[in-house]
């Protein structure tokens, strides 16, 4: 419980500057977005977003954003997708094999909205909670048989689309390679701006930032994590925002779906407020923008988390698991939409779905993509 009633504490100012919504968090006038925000919450469906709320023991951020919708999951060739094959869809629109990422079900590359947003001039971006090489966020950058072939997903974002920013760990995939290279220092060849200081990281106002939070996976929120997470989503959106165009950002967390896999409640709760307090930043920023679609949506659900009792007074959830382990169910999760184009985003739809409609979202005309 200490370490829940600190996350409390610590979210308390980005729920105060959050209150400007009001209770009922009206969305701003409808006009096109120029921004997409895109959280993708790895394992989460609504027995993980409960267990927040009821750790949380007051409103989260995401209970103010008022489209909601519910996505099917399943992979082109199982009933129970996985990380690579959601992020496939949701980059792409395009259905592909279980542990694909980036290719279709014959192996080719599909092109992905970052792709696409990049060479029609928007600023593009990533933030990872953990690593930047996880199956979800893999898709949106890589084009590989495998998310186990980190290396690869590593030099895509050196050869791959022009990112502006990514911030997250993994370093070592980028450094101490066996084909020798240093991306690093390509990177910087490139005009980056890499750190490995988040304090350093966060004195940087301006200019392209390959920032590395961890050599290789970043700790979780009760090791000593702190508020990177959140204040890494807050850096990513002042920097891509200053493109006029506007902008991309894919923002994921898997460490919900990996306190799932491990069957441990109260750190399924603390994960999921923090995940909820990045999302507090990019809402915080949409309603003053007012030209910005925030969209948050669960990854295929870890584990099958039943939740069987608890005690509200005390913040307290109970869960049982019925597929305990490194499995993920093909339970349908929810999507929520802030913005405009939010209530493009509400219903039942395939995972695919998501992307012609951020796509149709972003720009005044889907045509205006380059193709």
Same mark, same amino acid.
């Given at each position: 419980?200490?370490?829940?009633?600190?996350?409390?504490?610590?979210?308390?100012?980005?729920?105060?500057?959050?209150?400007?919504?009001?209770?009922?968090?009206?969305?701003?006038?409808?006009?096109?977005?120029?921004?997409?925000?895109?959280?993708?919450?790895?394992?989460?469906?609504?027995?993980?977003?409960?267990?927040?709320?009821?750790?949380?023991?007051?409103?989260?951020?995401?209970?103010?954003?008022?489209?909601?919708?519910?996505?099917?999951?399943?992979?082109?060739?199982?009933?129970?997708?996985?990380?690579?094959?959601?992020?496939?869809?949701?980059?792409?629109?395009?259905?592909?094999?279980?542990?694909?990422?980036?290719?279709?079900?014959?192996?080719?590359?599909?092109?992905?909205?970052?792709?696409?947003?990049?060479?029609?001039?928007?600023?593009?971006?990533?933030?990872?909670?953990?690593?930047?090489?996880?199956?979800?966020?893999?898709?949106?950058?890589?084009?590989?048989?495998?998310?186990?072939?980190? %290396?690869?997903? !590593?030099? &895509?974002?050196? =050869? #791959?689309?022009? @990112?502006?920013?990514?911030? $997250? *760990?993994?370093?070592?995939?980028?450094?101490?390679?066996?084909?020798?290279?240093?991306?690093?220092?390509?990177?910087?060849?490139?005009?980056?701006?890499?750190?490995?200081?988040?304090?350093?990281?966060?004195?940087?106002?301006?200019?392209?930032?390959?920032?590395?939070?961890?050599?290789?996976?970043?700790?979780?929120?009760?090791?000593?994590?702190?508020?990177?997470?959140?204040?890494?989503?807050?850096?990513?959106?002042?920097?891509?925002?200053?493109?006029?165009?506007?902008?991309?950002?894919?923002?994921?967390?898997?460490?919900?779906?990996?306190?799932?896999?491990?069957?441990?409640?109260?750190?399924?709760?603390?994960?999921?407020?923090?995940?909820?307090?990045?999302?507090? %930043?990019?809402? !915080?920023? &949409?309603?003053? =923008? #007012?030209?910005? @679609?925030?969209?948050?949506? $669960? *990854?295929?659900?870890?584990?099958?988390?039943?939740?069987?009792?608890?005690?509200?007074?005390?913040?307290?959830?109970?869960?049982?698991?019925?597929?305990?382990?490194?499995?993920?169910?093909?339970?349908?999760?929810?999507?929520?939409?802030?913005?405009?184009?939010?209530?493009?985003?509400?219903?039942?739809?395939?995972?695919?779905?998501?992307?012609?409609?951020?796509?149709?979202?972003?720009?005044?005309?889907?045509?205006?993509?380059?193709?």
């Amino acid at each position: 419980m200490k370490l829940l009633n600190a996350l409390k504490i610590a979210g308390a100012t980005c729920l105060f500057a959050f209150c400007a919504f009001g209770a009922k968090a009206a969305e701003p006038a409808a006009k096109e977005a120029t921004n997409v925000i895109l959280f993708i919450g790895d394992g989460m469906s609504l027995a993980q977003w409960q267990t927040g709320m009821i750790a949380h023991q007051a409103p989260l951020n995401i209970e103010k954003m008022r489209s909601i919708g519910i996505v099917k999951t399943h992979s082109a060739t199982d009933f129970n997708g996985d990380g690579p094959t959601h992020g496939t869809a949701m980059a792409s629109g395009i259905a592909t094999r279980k542990g694909a990422v980036g290719l279709d079900v014959e192996g080719r590359p599909v092109k992905s909205i970052t792709e696409y947003a990049s060479e029609n001039g928007l600023a593009t971006g990533i933030v990872s909670a953990n690593t930047l090489l996880e199956g979800s966020i893999a898709p949106f950058v890589a084009h590989v048989k495998s998310r186990m072939m980190t %290396e690869e997903i !590593a030099a &895509a974002y050196v =050869d #791959g689309p022009a @990112l502006d920013v990514f911030i $997250g *760990g993994g370093l070592s995939a980028f450094r101490n390679r066996k084909d020798g290279r240093d991306l690093t220092a390509e990177l910087r060849d490139k005009g980056f701006q890499v750190t490995t200081s988040f304090d350093e990281m966060k004195n940087i106002r301006s200019g392209k930032l390959a920032g590395f939070t961890a050599e290789k996976n970043v700790p979780d929120i009760r090791e000593g994590r702190g508020a990177q997470f959140p204040e890494s989503v807050q850096l990513a959106i002042s920097l891509l925002n200053q493109n006029e165009k506007g902008f991309f950002l894919l923002v994921g967390d898997m460490f919900v779906d990996r306190a799932s896999h491990a069957g441990d409640t109260e750190l399924v709760g603390a994960e999921t407020i923090d995940l909820d307090k990045a999302v507090g %930043e990019a809402l !915080a920023f &949409a309603a003053k =923008d #007012g030209r910005t @679609l925030v969209i948050v949506v $669960g *990854g295929p659900e870890a584990s099958g988390m039943t939740l069987v009792g608890g005690n509200l007074t005390e913040g307290k959830a109970e869960a049982k698991w019925t597929m305990p382990g490194m499995i993920h169910t093909g339970t349908m999760v929810p999507v929520f939409a802030f913005g405009p184009g939010a209530e493009a985003f509400q219903g039942i739809q395939e995972d695919t779905a998501l992307f012609e409609k951020m796509k149709n979202a972003l720009l005044e005309s889907p045509k205006s993509f380059a193709e």
